[in-house]
């Protein structure tokens, strides 16, 4: 029988199909000559060989633009279809300017605000490994995640690993109720936050049922060769030299890992010292690895956090010890 199976893996089918089979109907409208049937996330062709293959290109071309952006509009399509096939056609795809890094759930745009994220996103296209370091606020994790989703749309890594110590304010998980993902989930929450504005909910649950997406503690990644992924180790201040060590010795040959701490806040005990210190020390001029520091100017929440940020910067310099007042 001459037929062509495609599945709509890792895809909102009404994503694909359009409201009320807005898209359906295109397709089926300038491709008269194939039977198009769907059922569930399966598409079925039935044609001639040669019809077959000129709709199934298409078809491809159309998730590799829900892939890449998220969503793609009724017009986009028809214009993908009309124009001669050299790949996904940029008049068909939403306006993409130099600060855009990608485009999220519904078509929500993630791009670098400030000129240190710039410095952020042009270094991780040019090194294997970046070190992102400043205070709370700046974008790091966020900009990181998004520089990891783009790898993984444009297909250049197959899964994305994201990871953080387990050290939280002095909090020590053995007191925290619930099993062992239950303790640790709260600690990975901006990790989970960060991904639900740039990937659909059901696309994002597929790809960590399918451990394409892992996020996880930075215990869990020793014995691990970490390849053909883009790894985010955050909070990096939190972690001991041999766990530093470690993870950056799993990094396989096809990898990309960014590395985001705040030397400001960390919640090591007293008598142990961050390992993010010696890191950026001795690897500071080894090819291939770059350091990125942003700043107050970088703050992307409220106008606020920035005179906050400043004011203990300015303490901290100044040694001063906050007053007390009695009642």
Do not use: C, W
């Not at 470690?246 to 005990?269: E, F, H, V, Y």
Request: hydrophobic share 40%; aromatic share 4%.
């Amino acid at each position: 029988m001459n037929e062509t199976t495609i599945h709509l893996d890792g895809i909102n089918p009404v994503d694909f199909f359009g409201i009320n089979n807005s898209k359906l109907e295109i397709l089926k409208r300038n491709f008269p000559e194939v039977k198009i049937s769907a059922r569930g996330s399966a598409i079925k062709l039935l044609g001639s060989k040669k019809d077959r293959d000129i709709l199934e290109e298409k078809i491809r071309q159309i998730l590799a633009m829900i892939e890449r952006f998220g969503k793609v509009s009724d017009n986009s399509v028809e214009n993908l279809i009309n124009t001669p096939d050299q790949g996904v056609q940029e008049q068909a795809i939403p306006e993409m300017n130099e600060d855009v890094i990608v485009y999220g759930a519904n078509g929500h745009v993630v791009k670098s605000r400030t000129e240190n994220q710039r410095k952020m996103v042009a270094a991780a296209e040019a090194n294997d490994i970046v070190f992102a370091i400043g205070p709370a606020g700046t974008g790091k994790t966020y900009t990181a995640v998004a520089l990891a989703v783009k790898a993984l749309k444009s297909k250049l890594v197959k899964k994305i690993i994201l990871t953080r110590p387990a050290v939280e304010a002095g909090e020590n998980l053995g007191f925290l109720p619930g099993d062992l993902k239950e303790k640790i989930d709260p600690y990975l929450r901006p990790l989970y936050d960060a991904l639900d504005d740039m990937i659909p909910m059901d696309k994002l649950q597929y790809y960590m049922t399918n451990r394409v997406i892992e996020i996880a503690p930075l215990a869990y990644m020793r014995g691990r060769t970490l390849d053909n992924a883009f790894i985010i180790l955050d909070e990096a201040q939190n972690t001991s030299d041999l766990q530093l060590k470690m993870l950056l010795t799993r990094i396989g040959p096809n990898a990309k890992a960014i590395i985001t701490g705040d030397l400001s806040q960390i919640d090591l005990p007293k008598n142990q010292k961050s390992g993010l210190f010696k890191a950026l020390d001795i690897l500071k001029n080894i090819d291939g690895i770059a350091l990125i520091r942003l700043n107050e100017s970088d703050v992307v929440r409220h106008r606020l956090v920035k005179q906050i940020i400043r004011a203990y910067d300015k303490s901290d310099e100044s040694g001063e010890k906050p007053s007390s007042s009695k009642s």
